[in-house]
Every structure is written in C-alpha cells, then in structure tokens.
C-alpha cells in the first residue's frame, strides 16, 4: 500500500463503489478504505436493484460509464419493466438480485481497476490544512496522504441498531459502527443531524407455503439495466406477494410501547416514503391489509427477504406477526428486522459537485447527505468521484441540470433544498420525465460520459450507431404509405375514427389506437425490412413518433427554466444591497451562494418576487 493517493474513498458500499470507479477510471491513483472488504458492495436492504424513478438513476449511471447497471444484470435473478401499462416516462427496470453474487461481481469490477487499491481500516479523522483535506488517519494509527477525500460513510456514523429495547453500537448487523469523524465536522463548523432507516426480517424459504401466496415472476422477455448487456437471463426465480391482516395489525398495535421510535427510544427521523410496517398500521388504521413482496435473496440460498415489513419490534413479537401472516404459518426467522439510526450531514452544505463548502477537495457522497437507497448512493458516489479527479486536475466541473438526467434532479434538490428525512428519488420530482426517460439514458449521457473519459468506446459506437438507424427509420416510416382500406379495420376494431386518405406510417404512429405491431402485421414485406434494425432503435422511433407534442411542450418549458440558468451571480455578489429582498431569501442567498438565478429559484424560501428583484438588478 502507498501511503500518498490522489484521491480517497471512505466506505465501500455503492457510494463508495461508483466513486472509486470513476476516479480510477478517469486516470487518478485511488484508495478505497472499508471496515470489512467482505462487505463491499453490499445490499443492506432488499436485494434488488431499480424500480420506479431508482430505474432511470441506474440507466444513467449506465449510461455514463459507471458500474452499477452492469452488475445488477450479472447478478439478476429477476427482471421486471414496471409501469407498462402506463406512459414511457414511468417505465422503470428492476431486477432482484443475488444478494451474495452482486457484492463478489461489485469485488471483481473494483479489482479489474488497474489504478485502484484497497485497504481494509476505520478512518477515525481527516488531515486538514488551512481549510483544506491533505488525506487521513485510520484506527490503526496510520497516516495516508491525497490530494481529495470523498466519504460514503452510510449508516456506519455512531451507528445505533434498535431490536425492541435492546441497543447495538454498529453500522449494519453484526457490523460496528464509524467514530470520530462527525466529532471532528463538528468542531470545524458542520451541521449535522441524525436520522433513522431500518430493515425487514430474513426468514427461512423451505419453511414457507408459496402455493397460498401469489406468485410474481418476471418478465417473459426480460430486459437489462446496462446497455452493454446483450445476453438477457435465460433462468429467473419468482417473488411472491401475501398481506397483513387484523390478526397481525392488533399484534403490533398491541405491542407499539416496545417500539423505538414510539417510545422515544428513537428521536430521529425515519423514511416518509419507507415507512416501517409499525407506521403503516399505525398512520393508515383504516388499511384492512397491507402487501408484503417475499424475495429470495439468491439462486443457492435458502434466505428470503420479506419487503415491507421492516420493523424494530423485538424479536420474539416479529416471530410472532410473521406467522400471522398467510404462508408464514410455519416461518422460521434467520435474522429479525431492525431499526439503525446515524449522523448525516445536511446537504445544503455541499456545492452542486458534493464538495464541502467549508473544506476545499472534501467530498460527501450516500446517506451522509441525508438520501436512502442504492440509486441514490450510487449516482451520487459517481458524481463525487467525477468531481473530485475534475478538481485535483484543475478541470471544469460537472453538473447536471435538472432537465437532463434524473441525477441531476436528486442533486438539485438535495444541495438547493436540502432534506430533515431520508430523501428517496420519486418520477414526480423530476418536472421534466418526459424527457429523461429510462429508454434514452444512453442518448442522453453516454457521448458526453465518453468525452470526459468515463464511458469506453464500445458505448460511444453503440450509440453513435442507435442514432444512424434512428434516422433511417424515421426516413422509413414518412415514406411508408399505408391505403385506408388496409388501416380502417384497425381502427374500426378500436372504435377510433376512420380515414379515406392514404396516410404514411409516421402519421398513423401518432394516433394513440396504433402501434408499431399493428402496422407490421400489415405488410410481412415492410416488416421483414424493418427486422434489419435493432429493437432498441425502432423502440425509441416509436416512442418520439408517438409522443412528440408532448416532448416539444416539455422542451418549450426547459428553454423558459434554462434563461434563468443563464444569469450568472458573482460569487462575491453582496445580497445585503437588495433592500426589497425578503429575509428569508436574503439569509438564504448569503449562505447557498447560488451560481445562477435558475439555482436561486430552486431554494426552498425564496419566492418568484424575490428573483425578479435579482433579474433587473443583473439586468443592469
């Protein structure tokens, strides 16, 4: 091991993963720090990668060059596209995952990084010097020079795992808990707070009765997260879904004194958007039942996740609830659910990169900002890791706006808004998903991932090749004529109105009874032409064709939020001049130092009157 790096990464969970590959990737000489290396990578929570809006982060991570989308398909044991029978903006993939197999793939990715080493330490303190991180100082005494610092701490800050009223110091079960560094923010000026997650029990799969449950099983043809990815699973395992009922409701209400958080056991906050299965009775008495997802948490093991029963109950009452439960009747537990609260660190701290504002080349990434989920981590380690290679190279940042991925919307809000609960990606933060779908990540991200070195040159000829046949099938479908006596049944059959006019295929796309598929089934001789394209391209024509008012009503109100982008502040900008700001965004402003209007706007308190004030007063 050296003892002087470029960059250091603290934690080796998906923060800490993407931040050390793109670091590593981008040429800097890289230690990844970790507690335990038979823990990187892990999946603390449920075994499984995606859903909605968590999807489209992975598609971008993808898309750019990251891992995360690669190994969820390496791993996958599951695929599911959700939302279908809605609108492609709230399509999202997801995978279940082997749990073991996804942190040995996260193993073998990390170690293929010819720049990256790894030590296994607790880092106890940074080295500061006149406001800058010079490296740090682990537990076994040793000092460890770089150039930046990039901490994805998790849950591990003075960690404290709850189990009715028992109480653990550790960061994960059976794993202890991170010291010294949230003293030491402390003492130089860091805001920090604490919040509260929690887990569901594991149980015993050969002691189940799947054939009362319903079954879920994937996708018949499944997709995958990665747009490498060109084997899709042959084999996949269902998932299962049964409920709660009045039995195991009474049970809990019965038993809520012996609860942290209703107790007062616990003062932090815990996930709005996660609730434990204590909250969901508890908040919504009116729910008869409540949807528990069974997920096997691999192909050679006998454990099994039961997803939305996360709980701190004591261990004897889960035992208890679970076997109240259809298909539980038998169940035996493996491991209980638990409650773990941690120090984070408001994100309204950070620069729109994830470097501190306080310490120069000092970079947060993960649930130290205040986030909860895999996606949420993991974009945010791969942003910090771009970032801090970008800074020590006295190159120009990379920020994403809010009207080009997803990830640029989740650091937005976090760095603007800030967040007091576990902030979790929903597609309705996103203002503008039209546009940043799932399906044109790679359209989206990937040349500009290629650019700065990060996505390789197999991505950038994919995509370069996408968009060549994208516009010979555009070409296509205009020139494509389809007779009214050949289209009117189709149209009939869906009771649409009916054409005497010849109509060419990208006209007839645009109505919303057509598809692709009734158009193919029109003309084998079309079709047979169009079969030299690939799924991926005619896929996304379809989609624009279909979709393209709305997608230029979208693009109408991103150039009206982008003017305001353009506005610059001067760093040194003296807000105390505005006398008709309101204190609040006069107090705001002084601390956030928005780089642009379009960022002032997004700050929680300063209102419309507010950045008409800086707009004539910049205007001048």
Same mark, same amino acid.
């Given at each position: ?15 800490? !993963? ?25 999946? +603390? ?30 791993? /996958? ?43 296994? &330490? ?16 682990? /537990? ?24 009715? /009223? ?44 799947? &054939? ?26 269902? !998932? ?17 004194? &012996? ?119 993991? !974009? ?91 516009? +010979? ?106 006398? /008709?700001? +309101? ?38």
């Amino acid at each position: 091991m050296l003892l002087e790096y470029d960059i250091i990464v603290v934690g080796g969970g998906h923060a800490g !993963c993407e931040a050390a590959t793109a670091a590593s990737k981008l040429g800097a000489k890289v230690l990844l720090i970790t507690m335990s290396l038979q823990t990187i990578g892990q999946m +603390s929570c449920n075994p499984a990668m995606g859903g909605i809006a968590k999807g489209q982060l992975i598609r971008e991570i993808d898309a750019l060059g990251g891992f995360s989308g690669i190994i969820a398909d390496q791993s /996958a044991i599951q695929f599911r596209m959700l939302n279908t029978s809605k609108g492609p903006a709230m399509w999202s993939p997801r995978t279940q995952n082997d749990r073991r197999l996804f942190s040995e793939c996260w193993r073998r990715a990390l170690e293929s990084l010819p720049n990256l080493d790894f030590w296994q &330490d607790m880092v106890i303190s940074l080295l500061i010097e006149e406001g800058r991180v010079k490296g740090v100082q682990t /537990a076994l005494g040793i000092t460890i020079k770089s150039q930046a610092v990039i901490l994805t701490n998790g849950t591990f800050l003075n960690g404290m795992i709850h189990i009715g /009223a028992k109480k653990i110091a550790g960061g994960r079960s059976a794993e202890r808990a991170a010291t010294g560094i949230t003293e030491q923010l402390q003492k130089l000026g860091f805001q920090t707070g604490r919040m509260k997650t929690g887990t569901s029990p594991r149980i015993d799969g050969r002691t189940l009765a799947y &054939d009362r449950m319903e079954a879920q099983p994937g996708d018949p043809l499944p997709g995958s997260f990665s747009f490498l990815t060109k084997e899709p699973l042959k084999q996949q395992k269902n !998932c299962y879904i049964t409920y709660t009922n009045p039995t195991v409701h009474n049970l809990i209400k019965d038993n809520l004194a &012996d609860v942290p958080i209703y107790n007062g056991q616990i003062q932090s906050t815990g996930p709005r958007y996660c609730p434990s299965i204590e909250d969901k009775v508890d908040r919504f008495a009116d729910k008869e039942r409540h949807q528990i997802f069974v997920e096997p948490e691999g192909w050679h093991t006998i454990q099994v996740y039961v997803n939305g029963l996360s709980t701190s109950l004591p261990e004897a009452i889960q035992l208890k609830m679970l076997r109240a439960i259809v298909g539980f009747e038998q169940a035996k537990m493996i491991c209980p659910g638990y409650a773990i609260e941690y120090d984070y660190f408001p994100p309204t701290q950070l620069y729109y990169t994830l470097e501190t504002q306080l310490i120069e080349h000092l970079y947060f990434a993960g649930q130290i900002n205040g986030t909860t989920g895999y996606e949420e981590a993991a !974009c945010q380690g791969l942003m910090a890791g771009i970032n801090a290679c970008r800074k020590i190279n006295a190159l120009s940042p990379v920020v994403f706006k809010r009207s080009e991925a997803y990830i640029g919307v989740l650091i937005d809000d976090l760095v603007g808004k800030g967040t007091e609960e576990p902030y979790r990606m929903f597609a309705s933060r996103a203002e503008f998903r039209i546009l940043l779908r799932q399906d044109n990540a790679d359209l989206r991200l990937t040349e500009w991932g290629h650019a700065i070195g990060l996505a390789d040159e197999e991505r950038l000829q994919k995509v370069l090749k996408k968009k060549e046949e994208m516009v +010979s099938i555009f070409d296509f479908f205009k020139k494509w004529k389809i007779a009214p006596e050949m289209i009117c049944p189709i149209l009939a059959a869906s009771g649409a109105a009916l054409t005497d006019e010849t109509q060419s295929a990208h006209a007839l796309l645009k109505r919303p009874e057509i598809g692709l598929n009734d158009l193919l089934a029109l003309d084998q001789q079309q079709a047979n032409a169009l079969a030299a394209y690939t799924q991926e391209a005619l896929q996304q024509v379809g989609i624009q064709i279909k979709y393209e008012s709305y997608f230029l009503k979208e693009k109408e109100l991103v150039e009206k939020m982008e003017r305001l982008e353009h506005y610059t502040i001067p760093d040194d900008f003296d807000y105390t001049k505005l006398k /008709a700001l +309101s204190t609040e965004a006069l107090e705001k402003l002084q601390k956030k130092r928005p780089a642009t209007l379009g960022q002032a706007s997004r700050i929680s308190g300063v209102r419309p009157a507010d950045i008409s004030i800086l707009i004539v007063y910049l205007g001048r």
